[in-house]
Structures are given as structure tokens and as C-alpha cells.
């Protein structure tokens, strides 16, 4: 039988002792045999050269022990504040959490955001007061600073905790005691937090915190079927990629294949910097895989689902300072690693600016960043002064309407937008039954609702605190690609914000101010010009205030108060801005010069297609409410023009009589059929094969373009050509020069691109499944390769040179924007 496992975080505010408590825990289990230091440079899991340096903890890290036949797998996440999106990150894969107080100087500001995040994930809570050896405070004293249902678990508790809930009374009435199952189900359900004290540097408390962890937790009960939850992305000193994860369901062993398309190559419980290689994991377990690479954090693999969205985000862009004549694409591979790693850095390429922008949450934060840049590239950036990041929602519910139908494309989707409670974030729905619409487009229209930010029209900041359901969509079985469906489900989101009345938000800080009493009107006069709302108790100032206008207010405080001030703050969330018309003219947004992101839609009349403003769309859709003050869609049929109704009544009036159907024909030759052997003759389908780099190579209107740019760009170019020939399109690259490179490729509706593996050309492969292909389509490759020709005439199949299909692609590219931009 297994043992049993839990997965335990540790977490709080800097400097509260969450390294040394774990140094402590790894000692008491016989895990290590010295002690570490923090101060000393020398703890256990405290190993990274720049957490050894500023003494606090950057990066989560795991580590693994045994206490009394459990298998612990512990956590450890950075206290700053600039790291707590990495603190997040940990929180979905916790069976419980440890949350650390200073005994010294009891609740402090961020353990109120860690207290949030462990309420918005659910995660049962332990408490342990750290440092009570040098405290001048008495438990009392710290406990009145904590919740009602912090309970002191090291007296007598039965009492406090019977009044959790019913059945804990009950059991208490009837026994005087309340069995260990009832007291599981209170701390996992978050109905009591038990407490403990204690100090982590002299070993006091340790034992009988660790024995809680094994007594209150629960013994999961898994799924059979193989999951696991992705929740870190780090990379290891030799440039290996590690895939830290918790196994959710089943087993999983080495070798095993990941969605068909990458395998396990090891499977690592790391303990610090060290690790031990294992063949199998069951479920429970904290590990890490190698050999997978296009992973995310917070996706599911297996039968896991995908993490929910976090709640702490940065509230600044930054521009990255490069040094004079660095090309920013000199940094694309160190940043695309960084972004893996930390997803919330939203670190994004401008190519046309030729700019790096970023969200960081603080000064610390960027220090940090700006040393790891340095030891990958030997580039010393710096970081731009940062712009608020803005955020829009609604005010009432809407309904937006999106439709897209050039030639041979078709869709239509009908979305409900409704405003949430501040800081809510986006939730996405479907109320619309498989009778209506399939389910399949269904889930093609949410994932497009998902997979990505959507902008708002006031500034063109993304948008939250919105609900937003499907009611009514409709598309063509002969017609409609997964495109078109992308397409109608982002104009509707903008036909609906453009009806909307909207708010502009912007973040604020909930802070606390110390400052003399003579020094006090000053302050309270700055505050309210920088519109925080404040309260007054003596010396204490708290309140709540815009980040735009505190930003870095210390440096102000120090002036007003002469040096005897101070300034602590922590993420409030999002509000209304109190400035909105002065920002909103000062971004200058035009929503419906946006071509990326347009409002209105695209119909189809006499064969081609025609742009309809926002505003106008309402007459030209092709799904209508049932009646007025109906929720409920009907489809209703196409409108036709006078002009196009008299020529159908003329059609049926007899004018449409084949002249010639009475001529006398001369007789034909009889044949005897069965002496004739005859055969259907089956029209296949057309298929175009492209040899990738060929022709970014040959296309003139690709020379200069960076090579990753220039491979998306002709993808892009090459999928609307794809979409109006109406054939199917296989692109193949080779990467016969990259090491360890395997065999892949992805599909998009008729659109297939493949990636050759190591020691592989496109041109070998499109030799070797030629003959396959020719059996299924008439095959059109296109190449400028001599040979690949030869090849491709022998098996008797069309070529069509580089040159020519850029030309092809070009002038539709041309039409489609045309077709689709043209008021």
C-alpha cells in the first residue's frame, strides 16, 4: 500500500523564517545533517547565488521528507512582495499550507494578500508564529491580530473548535472529545486554522507542527486515469528544461508518451539542488519531468484540467534599455525562457517598433531580472520609467454581435457581456443547447474567448470584471472553418463593447503611513491631491489610493516628513479611475481605426464580400430573437433584393426554357455496354504541399524579415491563400540541423504544418510521402528545387515554382484585406 502523501507550501511574509522553518523540518526528519543559515549563506534550499546574497527567497523550490510513514513534499515560496506572482504559481498543487507569522511583528501587510489567495484557492491552513523566543508579544496578543477561527492548538481547543460547526458540537456534547475525521473535515473545509508557536531557529514547536501536518491532513483518494498539473518551468545549469509538476491522477512512468506527440525521458524528486531519478511516480507525488517542451504553467496534462487564471498580476509595463546597437532579437531566445518560466512577465516583442515590454511588480524584482539577462547574454539592460496598466469593463449587460462571411467562409456568433463585482476577472459561458449549435463550435468559440486578452474601446487596455455567455452562433458545415468562428467571436465582443457604456479602471494600493504628529497635515494635503481616501488613528494613516499616483511615494514621504516617515503597501486590486477623460485623451484611442482588432463585421452578397460598421450590423445578421423580450435565437432565412426577386419570378414564369431542348438531334451510335468496361471518374481533392523555407528563401517579400517572423509571417500569408482556394495546404520545414529535434506538426482545419526531425530535409520527406499523398489529392508542390521537381514530374503531380506562389499568395492577401477593410 502506498504511503500517504501531501503536498505542504510554506508561505509569508520576508524575513519571517520560512527557510529556516524547513531547514528545521529537513533536521527533524533526518533529511540533513547540519543545520543552514540564512544570514550564513548556507541553507539548504537557499542555493540560487542571488537569494544567498539579498538573504531572501526568489524562486520556489521543493523539497522532500518522511514524518512518521508520510511522504511530505514541501514547497518553499518567496515572502517579497515582487515575487509573489511566483508564490501563486505553487498554490494550485498544495494539499495544505503552512502560513508563517513573525512573532516579532505580527500581521503584516502582505500576509493579508497571502491570506486572500489561500481563501481564493481554498487551501487548508495551519498557522505557525515564528520567532516567539525574541517576541515581546504574548500569544494573546498575536492571536487578537488573526481571524476568530485561528485556534491555538497547542492548549486546550476542543471547546473553541465545537463551535465550528454542528457535528464537531454535537461530538463534543455527546463525548467531550471531537474525533480526528471531524477535525480533518473543519480545517479542510476552512472552518477553523489551527495555530502553532514556536521558533524554527532554536527547534521549538517543529515537532508538534509536523505531527499536525500528518494528523489533519487528509489521505486523497485519486483518479485511476493519469493527470498531473504543470506549475513551474525552470531550466537547470547545463540548459535542460524541467517540468515541475504534481501527479493528480494514475501513475506515470519514464518513457511515457505525452499526448502523442513527447515522451518522459526522466522522472526527478528533487530535494534541494539534489534529486533522485525514479522510474515511477503515483499520484500525489511532486516531481519533474525532462524531454517535454511545449508545456506551459498551470496546464494540465493527462486528464488534469488547466489551472485557473491568478489573481495577482503586475500593475506596470516596462520597456527594456538595451545598450547602443544591441538588436532587441538578440535577446529573443534568453526571453522567451524567461517567459516560460515566469508566464506573468507578459514579455512581448514589438517588431515594428523594435521594443521589448514587460509587466514587473517591483524594484527588487527587476534587480533580479536584470542580473539573470546579464549572465545568459552578458547584456546589461536596463528597464523605462513604466506606464500603469489600465484595465476596462461595463457598466450594464449587452448584447454583441459578430459575423464573418467572405467568399467561402462563414460564421456568426451572438455574445451576452455583463458586468461583474471589481476585481471578479473573465468568466466565459455557453447557454446554448448542441441542438442549436454543435458542440464542437461550441468549444471552438469559448477556447477563442479564452486564448487570449480582448481590448477594450475606451483605451484599448484589456478588459475584466465581465461575464461573457454564448446565447446564439451558427455556421456551415461546407463553409466554415475554425477561423472564421475566431473571427466572429472577437468582432462580437467589440460590436457589444461598442454599445456598452464603459469604465476605465486603474490599480490601486491599500497602504499604511507612520508619520509624526507635525508632519501629519502635510501629508493628509498630498494625499487627497493624489486621490486616496484615508482614515486617521494618532500617527497611523491607512487608506487607499491609485498606484499611478503612489508609485514609489516613499521617496515623497521621506521629503514631507522629513525623513521620519514611513510607507508600506500591498496590491488592492482593481477600481474606477479617477482621472478617466484626461487618460482616456490622453492615449488617443480609436476603436474603429484598430484594424487588428475591428468592430464591425463581414458579410457576403453576389459572391463577394462587405465590411458593415458596428452600428449597422444589427439588420444584416442572420440569427434574430424569437421576439422582443426574448433570450431565446432563432435562424432566420437570407434577404434578397427586388432586383433578385424579379429575376426569380421570371425563372419560373417559363423564361428560363432551354431554346434547343426541341431540336430534332441526329442518333447516336449504339455501344454495347457490357462489352465496355467502365469506370467512375472520382474528382480529388486539390492539396498543396510547400516546402517552408524554400520558400521564405524565394519570396522577395520575405528577404530581411527576422527568420522566426519570417516563417509565421508566411504561414499566415499561405493559410488565407489556403482558405480561398479551398484545398488542403501541407507546409513542411526541416530541421535536420537541430540536435535532438523530433518529428512534429499541428493542424488548423485543412492547414498542416510539419516540422522534419534531426538529420531530415523537407525535401526527403515530401519524396517519401509523395506516393501517399498522390493517392488521396491532386498534388501541387510547391518548390524551387530542381530535384524536388524532377521528383515530383515523375510521380506525375503538379510543381509550381516559389515565385509563383508568392505572387498567388500576394494578390489574395491583397483581395482579403481589401474585402475585409474596405468601409
Same mark, same amino acid.
Given at each position: 500500500?502506498?504511503?500517504?502523501?501531501?503536498?505542504?507550501?510554506?508561505?509569508?511574509?520576508?524575513?519571517?523564517?520560512?527557510?529556516?522553518?524547513?531547514?528545521?523540518?529537513?533536521?527533524?526528519?533526518?533529511?540533513?545533517?547540519?543545520?543552514?543559515?540564512?544570514?550564513?549563506?548556507?541553507?539548504?534550499?537557499?542555493?540560487?547565488?542571488?537569494?544567498?546574497?539579498?538573504?531572501?527567497?526568489?524562486?520556489?523550490?521543493?523539497?522532500?521528507?518522511?514524518?512518521?510513514?508520510?511522504?511530505?513534499?514541501?514547497?518553499?515560496?518567496?515572502?517579497?512582495?515582487?515575487?509573489?506572482?511566483?508564490?501563486?504559481?505553487?498554490?494550485?498543487?498544495?494539499?495544505?499550507?503552512?502560513?508563517?507569522?513573525?512573532?516579532?511583528?505580527?500581521?503584516?501587510?502582505?500576509?493579508?494578500?497571502?491570506?486572500?489567495?489561500?481563501?481564493?484557492?481554498?487551501?487548508?491552513?495551519?498557522?505557525?508564529?515564528?520567532?516567539?523566543?525574541?517576541?515581546?508579544?504574548?500569544?494573546?496578543?498575536?492571536?487578537?491580530?488573526?481571524?476568530?477561527?485561528?485556534?491555538?492548538?497547542?492548549?486546550?481547543?476542543?471547546?473553541?473548535?465545537?463551535?465550528?460547526?454542528?457535528?464537531?458540537?454535537?461530538?463534543?456534547?455527546?463525548?467531550?472529545?471531537?474525533?480526528?475525521?471531524?477535525?480533518?473535515?473543519?480545517?479542510?473545509?476552512?472552518?477553523?486554522?489551527?495555530?502553532?508557536?514556536?521558533?524554527?531557529?532554536?527547534?521549538?514547536?517543529?515537532?508538534?507542527?509536523?505531527?499536525?501536518?500528518?494528523?489533519?491532513?487528509?489521505?486523497?483518494?485519486?483518479?485511476?486515469?493519469?493527470?498531473?498539473?504543470?506549475?513551474?518551468?525552470?531550466?537547470?545549469?547545463?540548459?535542460?528544461?524541467?517540468?515541475?509538476?504534481?501527479?493528480?491522477?494514475?501513475?506515470?512512468?519514464?518513457?511515457?508518451?505525452?499526448?502523442?506527440?513527447?515522451?518522459?525521458?526522466?522522472?526527478?524528486?528533487?530535494?534541494?539542488?539534489?534529486?533522485?531519478?525514479?522510474?515511477?511516480?503515483?499520484?500525489?507525488?511532486?516531481?519533474?519531468?525532462?524531454?517535454?517542451?511545449?508545456?506551459?504553467?498551470?496546464?494540465?496534462?493527462?486528464?488534469?484540467?488547466?489551472?485557473?487564471?491568478?489573481?495577482?498580476?503586475?500593475?506596470?509595463?516596462?520597456?527594456?534599455?538595451?545598450?547602443?546597437?544591441?538588436?532587441?532579437?538578440?535577446?529573443?531566445?534568453?526571453?522567451?525562457?524567461?517567459?516560460?518560466?515566469?508566464?506573468?512577465?507578459?514579455?512581448?516583442?514589438?517588431?515594428?517598433?523594435?521594443?521589448?515590454?514587460?509587466?514587473?511588480?517591483?524594484?527588487?524584482?527587476?534587480?533580479?531580472?536584470?542580473?539573470?539577462?546579464?549572465?545568459?547574454?552578458?547584456?546589461?539592460?536596463?528597464?523605462?520609467?513604466?506606464?500603469?496598466?489600465?484595465?476596462?469593463?461595463?457598466?450594464?449587460?449587452?448584447?454583441?454581435?459578430?459575423?464573418?462571411?467572405?467568399?467561402?467562409?462563414?460564421?456568426?456568433?451572438?455574445?451576452?457581456?455583463?458586468?461583474?463585482?471589481?476585481?471578479?476577472?473573465?468568466?466565459?459561458?455557453?447557454?446554448?443547447?448542441?441542438?442549436?449549435?454543435?458542440?464542437?463550435?461550441?468549444?471552438?468559440?469559448?477556447?477563442?474567448?479564452?486564448?487570449?486578452?480582448?481590448?477594450?474601446?475606451?483605451?484599448?487596455?484589456?478588459?475584466?470584471?465581465?461575464?461573457?455567455?454564448?446565447?446564439?452562433?451558427?455556421?456551415?458545415?461546407?463553409?466554415?472553418?475554425?477561423?472564421?468562428?475566431?473571427?466572429?467571436?472577437?468582432?462580437?465582443?467589440?460590436?457589444?463593447?461598442?454599445?456598452?457604456?464603459?469604465?476605465?479602471?486603474?490599480?490601486?494600493?491599500?497602504?499604511?503611513?507612520?508619520?509624526?504628529?507635525?508632519?501629519?497635515?502635510?501629508?493628509?494635503?498630498?494625499?487627497?491631491?493624489?486621490?486616496?481616501?484615508?482614515?486617521?488613528?494618532?500617527?497611523?494613516?491607512?487608506?487607499?489610493?491609485?498606484?499611478?499616483?503612489?508609485?514609489?511615494?516613499?521617496?515623497?514621504?521621506?521629503?514631507?516628513?522629513?525623513?521620519?516617515?514611513?510607507?508600506?503597501?500591498?496590491?488592492?486590486?482593481?477600481?474606477?479611475?479617477?482621472?478617466?477623460?484626461?487618460?482616456?485623451?490622453?492615449?488617443?484611442?480609436?476603436?474603429?481605426?484598430?484594424?487588428?482588432?475591428?468592430?464591425?463585421?463581414?458579410?457576403?452578397?453576389?459572391?463577394?464580400?462587405?465590411?458593415?460598421?458596428?452600428?449597422?450590423?444589427?439588420?444584416?445578421?442572420?440569427?434574430?430573437?424569437?421576439?422582443?423580450?426574448?433570450?431565446?435565437?432563432?435562424?432566420?432565412? @437570407?434577404? %434578397?433584393?427586388?432586383?433578385? $426577386?424579379? !429575376? #426569380?419570378?421570371?425563372? /419560373?414564369?417559363?423564361?428560363? &426554357?432551354?431554346? =434547343?431542348?426541341?431540336?430534332?438531334?441526329?442518333?447516336?451510335?449504339?455501344?454495347?455496354?457490357?462489352?465496355?468496361?467502365?469506370?467512375?471518374?472520382?474528382?480529388?481533392?486539390?492539396?498543396?504541399?510547400?516546402?517552408?523555407?524554400?520558400?521564405?528563401?524565394?519570396?522577395?517579400?520575405?528577404?530581411?524579415?527576422?527568420?522566426?517572423?519570417?516563417?509565421?509571417?508566411?504561414?499566415?500569408?499561405?493559410?488565407?491563400?489556403?482558405?480561398?482556394?479551398?484545398? @488542403?495546404? %501541407?507546409?513542411?520545414?526541416? $530541421?535536420? !540541423? #537541430?540536435?535532438?529535434? /523530433?518529428?512534429?506538426?499541428? &493542424?488548423?482545419? =485543412?492547414?498542416?504544418?510539419?516540422?522534419?526531425?534531426?538529420?531530415?530535409?523537407?525535401?526527403?520527406?515530401?519524396?517519401?510521402?509523395?506516393?501517399?499523398?498522390?493517392?488521396?489529392?491532386?498534388?501541387?508542390?510547391?518548390?524551387?528545387?530542381?530535384?524536388?521537381?524532377?521528383?515530383?514530374?515523375?510521380?506525375?503531380?503538379?510543381?509550381?515554382?516559389?515565385?509563383?506562389?508568392?505572387?498567388?499568395?500576394?494578390?489574395?492577401?491583397?483581395?482579403?484585406?481589401?474585402?475585409?477593410?474596405?468601409?
Amino acid at each position: 500500500m502506498d504511503k500517504k502523501k501531501v503536498t505542504v507550501g510554506i508561505l509569508a511574509h520576508v524575513d519571517a523564517g520560512k527557510t529556516t522553518l524547513i531547514e528545521s523540518m529537513l533536521y527533524q526528519s533526518h533529511q540533513i545533517r547540519t543545520l543552514g543559515r540564512v544570514d550564513h549563506q548556507d541553507a539548504f534550499l537557499d542555493f540560487d547565488h542571488q537569494e544567498r546574497q539579498r538573504g531572501i527567497t526568489i524562486f520556489s523550490k521543493e523539497a522532500h521528507l518522511e514524518w512518521k510513514d508520510t511522504d511530505i513534499y514541501v514547497i518553499d515560496t518567496p515572502g517579497h512582495i515582487d515575487f509573489s506572482a511566483e508564490m501563486e504559481r505553487s498554490l494550485q498543487v498544495l494539499d495544505l499550507a503552512i502560513l508563517l507569522i513573525n512573532g516579532q511583528d505580527g500581521v503584516q501587510s502582505h500576509t493579508k494578500t497571502i491570506w486572500k489567495c489561500l481563501e481564493h484557492y481554498h487551501i487548508p491552513t495551519l498557522v505557525f508564529v515564528n520567532k516567539m523566543d525574541i517576541s515581546y508579544h504574548s500569544k494573546e496578543e498575536l492571536l487578537k491580530d488573526l481571524p476568530s477561527t485561528c485556534i491555538d492548538f497547542t492548549e486546550d481547543y476542543l471547546e473553541k473548535v465545537a463551535l465550528c460547526n454542528e457535528d464537531c458540537l454535537n461530538a463534543y456534547i455527546e463525548t467531550q472529545n471531537i474525533p480526528t475525521s471531524l477535525l480533518q473535515q473543519a480545517i479542510y473545509r476552512r472552518e477553523c486554522f489551527p495555530c502553532f508557536f514556536g521558533s524554527a531557529l532554536k527547534q521549538e514547536g517543529i515537532q508538534p507542527l509536523m505531527d499536525a501536518i500528518v494528523q489533519y491532513s487528509l489521505d486523497k483518494d485519486y483518479p485511476s486515469d493519469f493527470g498531473a498539473l504543470v506549475y513551474k518551468i525552470s531550466t537547470n545549469e547545463k540548459g535542460q528544461r524541467l517540468t515541475h509538476v504534481k501527479i493528480t491522477g494514475g501513475t506515470c512512468k519514464v518513457k511515457q508518451k505525452i499526448n502523442e506527440e513527447e515522451k518522459i525521458d526522466q522522472i526527478r524528486i528533487y530535494n534541494g539542488q539534489g534529486y533522485e531519478s525514479v522510474q515511477e511516480v503515483s499520484a500525489g507525488t511532486i516531481c519533474v519531468f525532462t524531454g517535454l517542451s511545449q508545456f506551459e504553467v498551470g496546464q494540465g496534462i493527462g486528464n488534469q484540467a488547466d489551472s485557473i487564471v491568478p489573481t495577482l498580476e503586475a500593475y506596470m509595463n516596462y520597456e527594456l534599455v538595451l545598450p547602443s546597437g544591441v538588436d532587441p532579437l538578440s535577446l529573443k531566445d534568453v526571453c522567451e525562457q524567461l517567459s516560460q518560466e515566469d508566464p506573468q512577465l507578459h514579455m512581448v516583442y514589438d517588431e515594428k517598433l523594435k521594443k521589448i515590454t514587460l509587466r514587473l511588480m517591483g524594484p527588487i524584482q527587476m534587480e533580479v531580472l536584470s542580473n539573470r539577462i546579464y549572465e545568459k547574454t552578458h547584456i546589461q539592460v536596463g528597464f523605462s520609467n513604466g506606464d500603469v496598466l489600465f484595465k476596462e469593463t461595463i457598466q450594464e449587460s449587452v448584447i454583441g454581435k459578430g459575423h464573418f462571411e467572405p467568399l467561402r467562409h462563414y460564421a456568426e456568433v451572438h455574445l451576452r457581456l455583463e458586468p461583474l463585482p471589481r476585481n471578479s476577472g473573465m468568466i466565459y459561458e455557453s447557454e446554448v443547447s448542441t441542438n442549436e449549435l454543435p458542440q464542437n463550435w461550441q468549444h471552438l468559440i469559448l477556447t477563442h474567448l479564452e486564448e487570449r486578452e480582448h481590448r477594450g474601446v475606451l483605451t484599448g487596455s484589456p478588459i475584466t470584471d465581465m461575464k461573457i455567455t454564448l446565447i446564439a452562433g451558427k455556421g456551415s458545415i461546407k463553409h466554415t472553418m475554425g477561423g472564421d468562428f475566431r473571427q466572429a467571436t472577437y468582432r462580437a465582443i467589440r460590436q457589444g463593447l461598442m454599445q456598452a457604456t464603459n469604465l476605465l479602471l486603474e490599480p490601486y494600493y491599500d497602504f499604511t503611513i507612520h508619520v509624526p504628529q507635525s508632519s501629519l497635515s502635510r501629508v493628509l494635503y498630498d494625499l487627497e491631491q493624489r486621490h486616496a481616501k484615508v482614515e486617521v488613528q494618532e500617527d497611523t494613516i491607512t487608506g487607499k489610493g491609485p498606484v499611478r499616483t503612489l508609485s514609489n511615494y516613499q521617496n515623497e514621504l521621506t521629503a514631507l516628513s522629513k525623513g521620519l516617515g514611513t510607507f508600506v503597501c500591498q496590491p488592492a486590486g482593481y477600481d474606477i479611475c479617477e482621472d478617466a477623460k484626461t487618460i482616456i485623451a490622453q492615449k488617443a484611442y480609436d476603436p474603429e481605426k484598430d484594424m487588428r482588432n475591428p468592430t464591425g463585421s463581414v458579410f457576403c452578397t453576389h459572391g463577394a464580400g462587405f465590411y458593415v460598421p458596428w452600428n449597422e450590423v444589427d439588420a444584416y445578421m442572420h440569427i434574430q430573437p424569437k421576439n422582443e423580450n426574448s433570450q431565446s435565437y432563432r435562424s432566420v432565412k @437570407y434577404t %434578397i433584393s427586388d432586383e433578385e $426577386a424579379k !429575376r #426569380v419570378f421570371a425563372m /419560373t414564369n417559363g423564361q428560363n &426554357k432551354n431554346k =434547343d431542348k426541341h431540336k430534332v438531334k441526329p442518333k447516336k451510335k449504339k455501344i454495347d455496354l457490357e462489352k465496355v468496361e467502365t469506370k467512375p471518374l472520382v474528382q480529388k481533392p486539390e492539396c498543396l504541399v510547400v516546402d517552408g523555407y524554400n520558400q521564405i528563401f524565394g519570396w522577395q517579400s520575405l528577404k530581411g524579415i527576422p527568420f522566426d517572423s519570417a516563417r509565421d509571417e508566411l504561414i499566415d500569408r499561405l493559410s488565407n491563400y489556403q482558405g480561398y482556394r479551398n484545398c @488542403y495546404l %501541407i507546409i513542411v520545414f526541416d $530541421a535536420y !540541423r #537541430v540536435k535532438d529535434s /523530433t518529428h512534429r506538426s499541428y &493542424k488548423k482545419g =485543412d492547414l498542416e504544418v510539419i516540422f522534419t526531425k534531426y538529420d531530415e530535409t523537407a525535401d526527403s520527406y515530401i519524396e517519401k510521402h509523395v506516393s501517399e499523398w498522390k493517392k488521396k489529392y491532386r498534388l501541387i508542390v510547391a518548390s524551387s528545387d530542381g530535384l524536388i521537381q524532377n521528383t515530383i514530374l515523375a510521380h506525375g503531380c503538379q510543381r509550381m515554382s516559389a515565385r509563383e506562389l508568392e505572387k498567388r499568395a500576394l494578390s489574395t492577401n491583397a483581395d482579403a484585406f481589401k474585402t475585409f477593410h474596405t468601409l
